[in-house]
């Protein structure tokens, strides 16, 4: 299984930005497909998730501004990222799994990582 993250950049805050997860290997619809990111010094974090079944979980400091979906025909996951803000500043990294419901905020609950997209913002 191999996970392609695209779509990073430099944004300035109260910017946009869509990052871009293609998969191949397994169906994007098959697996529980996340994001997470590593800001400079810190620990990796969860983002967003989407379920096998389309359900979707969101960390509270991005919920109401990033939105996750998945593309079936493309085999895709996608990050649309709005109203970013300087702490949204990381390494972005998609990676697929089977958490369980409780674990699904785990990074350590995804098998398959993609290589990460680093999103910059600047004021």
């Known amino acids: 299984v191999q996970l392609q993250a695209s779509g990073g950049g430099l944004v300035q805050v109260g910017g946009s930005l869509r990052l871009s997860c293609a998969a191949s290997?397994?169906?994007?619809?098959?697996?529980?497909m996340g994001w997470f990111r590593q800001a400079p010094g810190k620990e990796r974090e969860f983002v967003a998730t989407?379920?096998?079944?389309?359900?979707?979980y969101y960390a509270d400091s991005v919920k109401g501004r990033f939105t996750i979906s998945r593309d079936n025909a493309k085999n895709m996951v996608s990050l649309q990222m709005n109203r970013l803000k300087l702490e949204d500043t990381a390494v972005y990294y998609c990676?697929?799994?089977?958490?369980?419901?409780?674990?699904?905020?785990?990074?350590?609950?995804?098998?398959?990582w993609g290589q990460g997209t680093l999103v910059t913002v600047s004021s």
């Open positions: 989407m379920r096998r079944s389309g359900s979707t």
């Open positions: 990676a697929a799994g089977d958490p369980i419901l409780s674990s699904l905020r785990e990074g350590r609950s995804y098998k398959y």
């Open positions: 290997g397994r169906t994007v619809s098959s697996s529980a």
